[in-house]
């Protein structure tokens, strides 16, 4: 069965620094990955998706993510933070063979001034 | 893009009484719509898998007499939380779309039972 893992519960950035956020999956063959990410108390909103071609995937808000096959990642990545970043970001895989998504357990983004 | 409006966004309600949470896809019709459960500074746990015209799909471990979910429409699926409890006190969020758009999700519905 298909799993996710954010090793990083908790991140805290100085605004505008880099950030690189991370997500491993497993899954037997090529997944269907996305972002999330959740300001408090609200839904969920779509980064970015990947499901083939170009390993480097361009979202919303200046984000991007890299899928590695070799290292069944996907991180998320976005060159400068802003404070408006600041969020719950999720990181889910779906299967082909089902609608289902199933999702990591989150990185709480902080960002400092 | 898509649109999905859930409705309410909190609800309090005492012990023992039944709660109906709306999820409306409002420019677009969906076949299948998920209800997920989140818990304070948790993921999201997907309860059951919403399919128009026909019964539900629920994950394993979730009562599906506790929380009954109907969807009449293409355009609605509705979950109720029967004879609430404390513990059933919780973020509640739908999501419909497809998978090639992107799963779209509505804003969540924040559920305490007292």
């Known amino acids: 069965a298909q799993s996710v893992t954010q090793p990083d519960i908790h991140i805290t950035v100085s605004e505008g620094a880099s950030l690189e956020l991370r997500c491993n999956y497993s899954?037997?063959?090529?997944?269907?990955l996305f972002w999330y990410v959740q300001s408090p108390g609200q839904g969920l909103q779509l980064l970015l998706k990947?499901?083939?071609?170009?390993?480097l995937v361009q979202g919303i808000k200046g984000f991007e993510a890299e899928f590695k096959r070799s290292q069944s990642s996907f991180n998320l990545r976005k060159p400068s933070v802003h404070w408006s970043d600041a969020a719950e970001y999720f990181c889910?895989?779906?299967?082909?063979?089902?609608?289902?998504?199933?999702f990591g357990t989150g990185t709480r983004l902080q960002v400092f001034p | 893009g898509a649109v999905v409006s859930q409705h309410p966004s909190w609800v309090i309600c005492k012990s023992g009484t039944s709660v109906k949470i709306e999820c409306r896809s409002l420019?677009?019709?969906?076949?299948?719509m998920f209800w997920y459960r989140q818990f304070p500074k948790q993921s999201l746990m997907l309860m059951a898998t919403?399919?128009?015209?026909?019964?539900?799909?629920?994950e394993q471990g979730v009562e599906k007499d506790k929380f009954l979910i109907n969807h009449a429409s293409l355009t609605l699926s509705t979950l109720t939380v029967t004879s609430a409890h404390p513990e059933d006190s919780s973020f509640y969020i739908c999501?419909?779309?497809?998978?090639?758009?992107?799963?779209?999700f509505g804003s969540g519905t924040r559920l305490t039972v007292v």
């Open positions: 999501s419909a779309d497809d998978r090639a758009k992107g799963y779209t």
């Open positions: 899954y037997g063959a090529t997944p269907y």
């Open positions: 990947y499901f083939s071609g170009d390993t």
């Open positions: 889910a895989v779906g299967a082909s063979n089902t609608d289902k998504l199933i």
């Open positions: 420019d677009f019709q969906a076949t299948t």
């Open positions: 919403s399919n128009e015209g026909s019964k539900a799909t629920y």
